[in-house]
């Protein structure tokens, strides 16, 4: 007696899978992460500034990194340069990264006023 399986194929979704993780949970677990850039290697601060670009950039989630903790952080890094020499290679990214966020940051400032009131409240929530 022979059993015969079926196999059914699933098409997977990244995106939709991807999107779980676009939330402000993620968003403060990598950031508190990256708080500690001092001690950490420089692929795990690649890791954090790739996910942040994939939010900000690749899925256009702009918004949800418009935060004061986040500002506040990225600038302390980037003039920060005894634990990110300007000779390592984490500090092209960084200041990509960063360079990229402001530039947006004050785009949309000027688009859309009212982000000046929703950004300081986002850091308090």
């Known amino acids: 007696m022979t059993t015969i399986r079926r196999v059914a194929e699933k ?3 990244f995106a939709s899978f991807e999107s779980k993780f676009m939330n402000d949970h993620c ?7 990256l708080d ?4 950490l290697r420089h692929d795990q601060i690649k890791r954090v500034l790739t996910f942040f670009h994939r939010v900000f950039v690749k899925r256009k989630q702009q918004v949800i990194l418009y935060r004061l903790d986040v500002c506040e952080l990225l600038l302390r890094m980037v003039n920060d340069e005894v634990n990110v020499p300007r000779e ?3 500090r092209k990214h960084l200041e990509e990264f960063t360079k990229h966020y402001t530039y947006s940051l004050t785009k ?3 688009k859309t006023p009212a982000l000046y009131v929703e950004v300081p409240l986002a850091f308090l929530t």
Do not use: P, Q
Not at 27 to 33: E, V
């Open 11 to 13: 098409k997977f979704h």
């Open 108 to 110: 949309s400032l000027k």
């Open 36 to 39: 500690f850039y001092a001690e």
């Open 27 to 33: 968003i403060d677990t990598f950031r508190r992460f």
């Open 88 to 90: 390592s290679s984490i």
